[in-house]
Structure formats: C-alpha cells, structure tokens
C-alpha cells in the first residue's frame, strides 16, 4: 500500500486519471431515479484520493481548465453575439446583485461567528467558487497592517476557510441549480433548451439525426405517357419539373444503356426513368411518367447530401433562380438545394432570394454533380472526424495573451485572466466558424471530449489538492465553517434564481447558465449542460462569469477590509 501511495505522490497525473476514472464511473451510476452526475463524483473522488496527500501543478490544472473554456465558447459562439446585444446590460446588473449578495451573506455569517478577516475572504472565495477572490485577499492580507508572521498566518487561514468551504459550493451549487432549480421554478431544464434551440435555429448542441421521411427520394418509373415519350430529360424536367413540385428525372435506362440526365437522346416507350424529389412530387410524377418499377441498378449511382459554403465572387448576388436556371440545369436540374443558412440563420427558400458570399448552400444530388456544383459555388463542408487543432490552439493562445493583460484600479490589479481570455476567445473563434465555415472545424465528438475531459480534469485536480486542506480545517475550525459556506454558497444561488427569473425575466434556459456565471461556479455549468444534454446553458453564463470574476477578485479585498 506504501508503494501505491509513493507512485501516485511522485507521479500525480495517475492519481488525476484515477479521479477521472472513479468519477465517471460512480457519476453514471443510478440510485433510483436520483445521480450525483459526473462533475460532483469526479470532485468528491478527488477529495478522497487527496487524502494522500498528492499535489498536482498548477500548469496541469490550468491546461484542463482553458480546454474546457475554449470548448463552451466555441460551442455557444454562433449564438452569443444576439444574446448579448438582447441580454447583455440585464446580464450585467444581474450579476452585480448575485456577488452582492454573495457578499453580504458572508459578511453576515463571519460576524455572527466571530470570525477574522482571513476566515472571512476565505469563506467568500470558497462558497462563490473564485479562485480570484482567493488570489487578491491573500496577496492582500499585508494591508491589514500585521507584523510578518501573523500576516503569513492570516494569509494561511484564507487558504484553509476555501479549501474546507470550495467543495459544497462547486459541487453544492451543481447540484442545486441543475437538479433543485427547475423544481423550484416549475420547468422541465432539458424541454426549455430544446425549445430554445428549435427557436434560434441552433444546430451545435449535437449532430442532426439521418430522419426517415427523407426531403428527396428516388424511384423508378417505366415511361408510357405520351407527354414524356419523345422528350429529352433536360425538356421534361424544364417542362414539369417545377409543375410537379419539383420531380426531376436524374438518370435514365435506354435499352441496356444506362444515360445520364444531360444526355441528348430522347426517352423512348418503355424506357425506365429514375426520377428524385419529394415525396409528394414523385405520386404527381407517377401519373405524368408510368408505373413504378424496382430497377435498383438505375437507382444505385452514388448521391450526397452536403453543405457548400458560397466562396465565389460570381455568384454572389445572383438569385435561387438564377442558380437553378443555369449552373444545375447543366445537370439536367437533378441537383437539389434543400436549405440556404446565412450567419448561421436557416432562410426561406424563394427564387427570389439572392445569394451572398459565405451563405451554406444545403444540398443533394447525384456525387458527381454535387463536385462539379462545388466547383463553381466555393468550399465542400464536408462532416469530418479530423479537428483543426491550429485552430484551436491559436485562440486559446491568443485568449489566454489577452486575460494576461492587467489594469491597476486604486492599486487593485485586476485581469480577465486566462481562463476568461481562453472563454472570450472560444466564442469569437466559434461564432466566425459559423460565419466563414472554410476553416476552424472542430466536430461534435471532438468538442465533447474537450469539454468534458477538460473540467472534470480541472475538478479532479481541485479535488486533490484541496483534499488535505478539507481535514485540517475542519479539525482547527469545525463544522461551523463548513456550515457557513453553505449558506454562502446557496443564499446568492437562490437569490439569483428568483432575481433572473421574475425581476430579470431570463428565458428559462438561460437563466440557470447566468446563475452559474454569477456564481462563478464552473462546475454547475458543466452540470446544467449534463442534465439539459445542451450547450444553450452557457449562453447566459458567458457574461456574468465575466463580471463576476471581476466583481468578486475585487471583493477579496474589500472584504477584508471591511472586517478589519
């Protein structure tokens, strides 16, 4: 047993995918109907193991940290920008009254239970979950006016209130905003997001299901009508494909010769067609053309489904119409456009709608068309397992540069930091995805694990060494302390529940992600988007973690002296 315990102190990354792995397995596990989901095993796991006495760097933690920052914000990014510019002033405001309250409830618990200026700081950091407001007291604690070593003691006492209060208030807060809030307000969290995203045409959360009822088929019909006998496919297709409701012939059977849809040579009786479109196209078509046959070798060319990102001068400003009249008639029209996307938003199809560059162009058609379209329309964005990792590491560099950049307010240095820097770059690299789609693809699979590894390896680190700080502080101060967290962690939690909903009016899938940013509890957007099996939560997270951390870092000092 000594050696495992040796192992594992010389070699901390085994006890941080030991966590991980402990976590994840007790966090899937279902008692009932009731879960502690993966974010709160994977922290009380570490609590446990950190018992050991194990210490993992900081660099290690960070790294997981920004991951999974760069994550959320890339994910939610094509949507951020309308939501701030419709919520960004409530958001604001809101999360001013959550840290305050925050704040006061901690002032009031330290007064009542006698407690210093340390304990105090402390149990404001650890109970909102802000590793900033820990960082500006203990740097701060000079200004108390100490001799040397009673300020190291003070600083030591801050450390020791947020290690015993951190765990209830990230894995406390998880829980009740993820599990305890909906209840409480009286919605279904997983319903709400799923409406929210239908509404705002979002597509990110996870990848579209292949449905059964199709938007184009094809089927083969034997040609016995006069009115398609004699005609070329390209003239049918001009004469009925539209009157048909868009039923165009795709290919044809000429004897044993299989012909294209361009071919010249007219159809003849009994020749078989193989003819795509809708549903209720085709019924139409079946009257007009013949029979349905079952000719699977006509029907076996290979077709694709695809969006083409609009990177060509000379299309742009040029209409639906004018796209179907000219570069798929080329094809004998059996090339469909099934959707427009601009700016990430679906349009209505009209032939008069004019296209611009960077629109996606959905369609479907036969593969070898579908290339030559692409030649002409721009870039193929084709569904790939392969993640532009440039890409990504580039903004979380550029983000994390940036939250490096400090300000010196009153003598206060105050930072984004790099986890805010990495948060602010993922939506920004996120949100131009959406728009330039030739570039910076990272697939759904790959976000998850980024997303999840990330914070659960960020909670498992915090676990671990916060494990040791948890006993001695309860054996020196009592379960007082740890009581006293748990109303500063729960008193804002509650009060920014009723505020954003009934003051503020927050659609209800935004608002358990702008408590958990006001709150600056990671772990309890990770739980809402776990739950609600979304990333809409983090939409309303965005900003008022911003501010929060903000708000709250310079609310380590003042609490400080305030209880001076």
Not at 35 to 61: K, R
Not at 87 to 100: R, W
Not at 289 to 315: F, H, Q, R, S
Request: with cysteine; proline share 4%; hydrophobic share 50%.
């Amino acid at each position: 047993m000594q050696s495992i315990v040796h192992v594992l102190r010389q070699n901390p990354e085994i006890a941080v995918f030991l966590t991980l792995a402990v976590g994840f397995w007790f966090g899937a596990r279902k008692f009932g109907s009731f879960s502690l989901g993966t974010i709160t095993s994977t922290l009380l796991a570490g609590l446990v193991i950190g018992q050991l006495d194990i210490h993992v760097a900081a660099v290690l933690q960070n790294t997981f940290f920004v991951m999974f920052l760069f994550a959320v914000g890339y994910s939610v990014g094509p949507q951020f920008i309308p939501a701030l510019r419709k919520d960004g002033l409530p958001q604001v405001l809101f999360t001013l009254i959550v840290c305050a309250s925050g704040f006061l409830t901690a002032y009031v618990s330290a007064r009542l239970l006698g407690y210093n200026p340390g304990l105090t700081a402390g149990l404001l950091a650890g109970g909102m979950t802000n590793s900033g407001t820990l960082g500006v007291a203990t740097a701060n604690v000079y200004q108390l006016g100490l001799d040397p070593a009673d300020t190291a003691s003070m600083a030591s006492l801050v450390a020791i209130a947020y290690a015993v209060t951190y765990p209830f208030g990230t894995a406390g807060g998880a829980w009740f905003l993820s599990s305890l809030a909906p209840k409480l307000l009286g919605f279904d969290l997983q319903k709400v997001c799923k409406e929210y995203e239908a509404a705002a045409g979002d597509h990110t959360a996870q990848s579209e299901p292949e449905m059964a009822n199709l938007p184009v088929h094809a089927r083969s019909f034997v040609a016995e009508n006069d009115k398609v006998v004699g005609r070329t496919p390209e003239e049918f297709n001009t004469v009925f494909g539209t009157a048909l409701g868009g039923a165009f012939i795709t290919r044809y059977r000429d004897g044993d010769e299989v012909l294209e849809a361009d071919a010249k040579t007219a159809v003849k009786k009994g020749d078989t067609l193989a003819v795509a479109g809708s549903s209720a196209a085709l019924l139409r078509a079946e009257k007009i053309v013949g029979p349905e046959v079952n000719d699977t070798e006509l029907l076996a060319y290979p077709a694709e489904k695809i969006d083409i990102v609009v990177t060509k001068k000379a299309v742009a400003g040029r209409t639906i119409h004018d796209l179907e009249q000219e570069e798929l008639a080329q094809y004998g029209r059996p090339v469909f456009i099934l959707n427009l996307t601009r700016g990430g938003h679906s349009l209505a199809l009209s032939p008069d709608v004019k296209i611009q560059r960077h629109d996606v162009l959905t369609v479907r058609g036969a593969r070898s068309h579908v290339e030559d379209l692409i030649k002409v329309l721009g870039f193929a964005d084709r569904v790939t397992s392969k993640s532009d990792i440039a890409y990504m590491a580039a903004g979380i560099v550029i983000g994390c540069m940036v939250g490096t950049i400090t300000v010196y307010l009153a003598g206060i240095p105050l930072s984004l930091s790099p986890s805010v820097g990495s948060l602010l770059a993922g939506l920004i690299f996120g949100y131009l995805r959406s728009i330039y789609r030739t570039f910076g693809q990272i697939p759904a699979p790959a976000l998850w694990v980024f997303n999840n590894v990330g914070l659960n390896g960020f909670i498992a680190a915090v676990g671990l060494n916060a494990g040791p700080g948890l006993v001695s502080g309860l054996m020196h101060y009592g379960i007082g302390i740890f009581v006293a967290g748990i109303f500063v962690s729960l008193v804002p939690a509650i009060v920014a529940v009723y505020v954003g909903r009934y003051v503020f009016k927050f659609h209800p899938a935004i608002l358990l992600g702008a408590c958990a940013g006001a709150h600056t509890t990671t772990a309890a957007l990770g739980s809402l988007q776990e739950v609600s099996q979304s990333t809409v939560p983090a939409l309303g997270y965005t900003v008022p973690y911003a501010v929060g951390r903000i708000v709250l870092a310079i609310s380590g000092i003042a609490i400080l002296l305030v209880m001076k």
